[in-house]
């Protein structure tokens, strides 16, 4: 009685490495945005079957997480020996809302993730310090590092919807422009009926009914920390 051998061959683990698939992840979601990323577009991308990826990654929700991770090490963090809380501040959400705009996906995922890491901790933990080595109590401290990570979210909504629309209109071309055209145009019209907003619109400088003011970010940060200083100083 012969026995019929029967080889199994197993498949090589990938020579891709997690640093290369999150890079690679960051740059499809910065071109994408959330709806375009998955494991095919990254594995072409990566010039890799897809089933390789989940040699370093679970699943599309922990490559989110990871990528988050990784643009949130981009975030500098002030010296706090070297420069007051409110200069502190300012430099740590001008830079949080640059994050925002150079990656608007990230708010999206802000949306339907619940996100953590390393970096994001780094972050926030040094965001409490600021506010607690100027004086504010710890519930102080964390009611004013929400109120101005909520404002700088709130900010960047429209950058990331501003290049959502953006890729439609390159992926649709002709007709998703003129749809928009339609749009503003309409909301434009219905603008015109109420005095304040028609006394901006027929102004020389006045650019769409929906552009934001110039320096609006900035000045609106500075306000917000006027008040928190009128709380710590009471």
Same mark, same amino acid.
Request: charged share 20%; net charge negative; glycine share 6%.
């Given at each position: 009685?012969?026995?019929?051998?029967?080889?199994?061959?197993?498949?090589?683990?990938?020579?891709?490495?997690?640093?290369?698939? *999150?890079?690679?992840?960051?740059?499809?979601?910065?071109?994408?945005?959330?709806?375009?990323?998955?494991?095919?577009?990254?594995?072409?991308?990566?010039?890799?079957?897809?089933?390789? *990826?989940?040699?370093?990654?679970?699943?599309?929700?922990?490559?989110?997480?990871?990528?988050?991770?990784?643009?949130?090490?981009?975030?500098?963090?002030?010296?706090?020996?070297?420069?007051?809380?409110?200069?502190?501040?300012?430099?740590?959400?001008?830079?949080?809302?640059?994050?925002?705009?150079?990656?608007?996906?990230?708010?999206?995922?802000?949306?339907?993730?619940?996100?953590?890491?390393?970096?994001?901790?780094?972050?926030?933990?040094?965001?409490?310090?600021?506010?607690?080595?100027?004086?504010?109590? $710890?519930?102080?401290?964390?009611? @004013?590092?929400?109120? *101005?990570?909520?404002? *700088?979210?709130?900010?960047?909504?429209?950058?990331? +919807?501003?290049?959502?629309?953006?890729?439609?209109?390159? $992926?649709?071309?002709?007709?998703?422009?003129?749809?928009?055209?339609?749009?503003?145009?309409?909301?434009?019209?219905? @603008?015109?009926?109420?005095?304040?907003? $028609?006394?901006?619109?027929?102004?020389? @400088?006045?650019?769409?009914?929906?552009?934001?003011?110039?320096? +609006?970010?900035?000045?609106?940060?500075?306000?917000?920390?006027?008040?928190?200083?009128?709380?710590?100083?009471?």
């Amino acid at each position: 009685m012969c026995k019929t051998l029967r080889t199994v061959s197993v498949m090589p683990r990938d020579t891709l490495t997690r640093d290369q698939i *999150v890079h690679t992840a960051v740059a499809l979601l910065d071109a994408e945005g959330l709806e375009g990323l998955n494991m095919r577009a990254l594995g072409k991308r990566l010039d890799s079957a897809a089933t390789a *990826v989940y040699w370093h990654v679970k699943n599309k929700d922990n490559l989110v997480l990871l990528a988050t991770d990784q643009v949130w090490g981009e975030l500098e963090l002030p010296d706090l020996d070297a420069v007051d809380w409110r200069t502190a501040t300012t430099a740590m959400a001008v830079d949080l809302y640059g994050m925002f705009t150079r990656h608007p996906w990230l708010v999206q995922a802000f949306a339907a993730h619940v996100l953590y890491g390393e970096g994001k901790a780094r972050h926030d933990d040094h965001s409490l310090a600021v506010y607690e080595a100027a004086g504010f109590t $710890r519930d102080q401290a964390d009611q @004013a590092a929400s109120a *101005v990570f909520t404002y *700088v979210l709130g900010n960047a909504a429209g950058v990331a +919807a501003t290049a959502s629309l953006t890729r439609k209109l390159t $992926r649709d071309d002709t007709a998703a422009e003129e749809q928009f055209q339609d749009a503003m145009a309409k909301a434009q019209e219905i @603008a015109m009926r109420y005095p304040h907003l $028609r006394a901006r619109l027929e102004t020389p @400088a006045a650019a769409t009914y929906a552009a934001a003011p110039d320096q +609006a970010f900035e000045v609106g940060l500075q306000i917000l920390l006027d008040g928190l200083e009128q709380q710590v100083a009471a």
